[in-house]
Nanobody
């Protein structure tokens, strides 16, 4: 079992930055692919970014490429998402997730955090 807890969300103006963190317990994150997803009100949960467990290959949604950076700190068992140049359309609840393999499909991820709210004002 892996327990995930997100932090770092908040309210920021358009063009600003936030850094989300996800703390893991129960198992070491180095054995898992880890990722970030987001869900806006009334919309489905969608893929944002992920990093594989083996060669640390990263993958990003087109909407966040060049603005967001995913990273993992295996020594602290943590995952981060640096979000720059934020836009109002980035407003959502952000979830971290872990599973054996990297996928852009939310239902294929087994472990989830409770989410953290990110609100970007225009």
């Amino acid at each position: 079992q892996v327990q995930l807890v997100e932090s770092g969300g908040g309210l920021v103006q358009a063009g600003g930055s936030l850094r989300l963190s996800c703390a893991a317990s129960g198992r070491t994150l180095s054995s898992y692919a880890v990722g970030w997803f987001r869900q806006a009100p009334g919309k489905e949960r969608i893929f944002v970014a992920a990093i594989s467990w083996g060669d640390s290959t990263t993958r990003y949604a087109d909407s966040v490429k060049g603005r967001f950076t995913i990273s993992r700190d295996n020594t602290k068992n943590m995952l981060h998402l640096q979000m720059n140049s934020l836009k109002p359309e980035d407003t959502a609840v952000y979830f971290c997730a872990a599973d054996t393999y990297l996928s852009v499909i939310p239902v294929q991820w087994h472990y989830w955090g409770q989410g953290t709210q990110v609100t970007v004002s225009s």
